[in-house]
T-cell receptor
Framework: AQKITQTQPGMFVQEKEAVTLDCTYD???????LFWYKQPSSGEMIFLIY??????QNATEGRYSLNFQKARKSANLVISASQLGDSAMYFC???????????????FGRGTQLTVWP | DARVTQTPRDKVTEMGQEVTMRCQPI?????VFWYRQTMMQGLELLAY????????DSGMPKDRFSAEMPDATLATLKIQPSEPRDSAVYFC???????????FGPGTRLTVL
């Protein structure tokens, strides 16, 4: 079974609007972490936001917020006030507990291509 | 700004040739990962090291791939012999224990003809 599912191959949003990118995950591990990365056309992987499974509050980083719904196993990324520079591929990823470390193997989704139009 | 560096950035080679990719993790980071990105498979882990010891190389084809950390400032990924199906972008990433993975290198784009 897929550990990370991103059901939206592509999304379009107008500049200055908010957009939600969907991500669901599958794990039986009580300790895990959820990530979002951005990959612009230049190809680099840029870390955006992290949510630990025990974190009580949703993570926020500037215009990015992670809508964490544990019971639904969902970790959607919300980008507020979209900018043209937000056009990129966005990957959701999960890390399970690994020998007691927070640094372990990441499982990635297939990504969502976001296009921001003027 | 601390960065993970990778060399070469682009490599075109012919089938059967040996390919070596290098990664310099951020100073002080004790965990180094190799990921591969292809259109077919997406992003997948090949191997990772902690304190230079291999922890997981289950994603690597053992017959042709090898990964090492000769010292704390260098990680290498070798393919011998290379095949066209190895064409991909190979990312190195590094992190500190008790933190989460933030830093990826720019990637090596490998094309095997």
């Amino acid at each position: 079974a897929q550990k990370i599912t991103q059901t939206q191959p592509g999304m379009f949003v107008q500049e200055k609007e908010a957009v939600t990118l969907d991500c669901t995950y599958d794990t039986s591990d009580p300790s895990y972490g959820l990530f979002w990365y951005k990959q612009p056309s230049s190809g680099e992987m840029i870390f955006l936001i992290y949510q630990g499974s025990y974190d009580q509050q949703n993570a926020t980083e500037g215009r990015y917020s992670l809508n964490f719904q544990k019971a639904r196993k969902s970790a959607n990324l919300v980008i507020s006030a979209s900018q043209l520079g937000d056009s990129a591929m966005y990957f959701c990823a999960m890390r399970e507990a690994d020998r007691g470390s927070t640094l372990g193997r990441l499982y990635f989704g297939r990504g969502t291509q976001l296009t921001v139009w003027p | 700004d601390a960065r993970v560096t990778q060399t070469p950035r682009d490599k075109v080679t012919e089938m059967g040739q040996e390919v070596t990719m290098r990664c310099q993790p951020i100073l002080g980071h004790n965990t180094v990962f190799w990921y591969r990105q292809t259109m077919m498979q997406g992003l997948e882990l090949l191997a990772y090291f902690r304190n230079r010891a291999p922890l997981d190389d289950s994603g690597m084809p053992k017959d042709r791939f090898s990964a090492e950390m000769p010292d704390a400032t260098l990680a290498t990924l070798k393919i011998q012999p290379s095949e066209p199906r190895d064409s991909a972008v190979y990312f190195c990433a590094s992190g500190e224990d008790r933190r989460f993975l933030r830093f990826f290198g720019p990637g090596t784009r490998l094309t095997v003809l």
